[in-house]
C-alpha cells in the first residue's frame, strides 16, 4: 500500500516495484489524477509502469 501527500512518499519497503510506481509518479508527473480524463490517467500509470520496469531491473543486480 502506497501514499502520497504533503511530499512524503509512504510504501511498503518490502515491495520494491509499488516504490518505482509512486517515485515515478513525483519525478513526472504533476497534478490530481482525480481531475483528469481516463485516458490521461491510463497513460501516466503506463509511464510509471515502464519507469517500474526499468527501475527494478537497474537495482536488481
Known amino acids: 500500500m502506497s501514499f502520497?501527500?504533503?511530499g512524503?512518499?509512504?510504501v511498503s519497503?518490502?515491495?520494491?516495484?509499488e516504490f518505482a510506481h509512486e517515485l515515478c509518479h513525483i519525478l513526472r508527473h504533476?497534478?490530481?489524477q482525480i481531475y483528469m480524463p481516463k485516458m490521461f490517467i491510463?497513460?501516466?500509470e503506463n509511464q510509471a509502469n515502464y519507469f517500474?520496469?526499468?527501475?527494478?531491473?537497474?537495482?536488481a543486480h
Do not use: S
Open 4 to 6: 502520497v501527500g504533503n
Open 8 to 10: 512524503f512518499l509512504f
Open 13 to 17: 519497503v518490502r515491495i520494491p516495484q
Open 30 to 32: 504533476d497534478g490530481n
Open 42 to 44: 491510463k497513460l501516466q
Open 52 to 59: 517500474t520496469y526499468h527501475f527494478c531491473i537497474l537495482h
